[in-house]
């Protein structure tokens, strides 16, 4: 796993760096890792004088002991974990892995996304990125959500890459990532999602980057939007070539990989997908592919979570 340094800035010009043993406290680990991890977060957060911080690192622990796993905490309680941690207001945040930086927009609320999805996408590498499956590819990001994956690809050195995100409030922050990145020219926002016929449906999320958004899955209690859902096939046409397709779009997936059924059969791109959303992923997404194009190998492996390398 690379070592990833995240430097956070704040609306005074406050900067703080934290202690990289924080970002495995809410990863999959032993309780007795987790709660060794919990030592620099605990001085810290006495250093803010938040015991509301106290008790939720505490409560975290408890939960993992109890077998939750990722689930110790509530969004909301992830959510002021991270304001007391850090004690000012956000502005942005700066990764560092290896030689690459990668700076994003943030709020109290995204800086908590953003941190999870950087531990899933580079020090996890959950689809499988490398200069190997990125440099000079192209490559279509289903559920692009704020970028992370979309914005280490480019630093990796891809050559277009086409993010589709549908929601509108995560489109805004995905586009504002690109720009302070300076990735306009490489990375494609597109306010659309992907699936197996052109059409306008509708999608359910809870708030700006949440990465359960679902056309699939429309939960009660939820907001509702309209989206516009286009296919890979009609997008990227005839002639036009694909490297990389990776795809997580809360069950959908089966639905991108039948619009994507040309491009695949023409291109073979390498593809990785989530394949956990629904109890027959495992198997249904495998014959998808393999019914297209008999020569992929295709594998399952779970890093954050279950997904299929197809190549």
Known sequence: MPEIELVFYGNKNERVTLDKRLYGFFGKMSAFRRICNSV?????????????????????????????????????????????????????????T??????????????????????????????????KTAKNKVIIDAGANMGVFSIYAAKLGAKTIYAFEPVTETFIQLKKNIAINGLGGIIKPINKALGDTKCRTEISYSFCGDCGASLEFLKEGTKKQTVQVDTIDNFIGNSARVDFIKMDVEGFEEKVIIGAA?????????IAMSAYHKPEDKTVLVHRVKNIR??????????????????
């Open 40 to 96: 620099p977060i605990l001085l810290r957060l006495l250093e803010n004088k938040s015991f509301y911080g106290i008790f939720l690192v505490f409560k975290a622990g408890a939960m993992s002991l109890a077998g939750k796993g990722n689930e110790c905490l509530t969004v909301s309680e992830y959510v002021a974990f991270w304001r007391c941690l850090i004690g000012f207001s956000m502005s942005k945040v700066e990764c560092k």
């Open 98 to 131: 290896e030689s690459l930086s990668m700076t994003f927009d943030t709020n109290v609320l995204t800086t908590a996304l953003v941190f999870s999805l950087l531990f899933e996408v580079v020090r996890a590498n959950e689809y499988n990125l490398s200069q």
């Open 294 to 311: 008999k020569d992929y190998a295709c594998h399952l492996e779970e890093r954050c979570e279950l997904d299929l390398y197809c190549e």
């Open 262 to 270: 040309k491009t695949i059969k023409r291109c073979k791109p390498y």
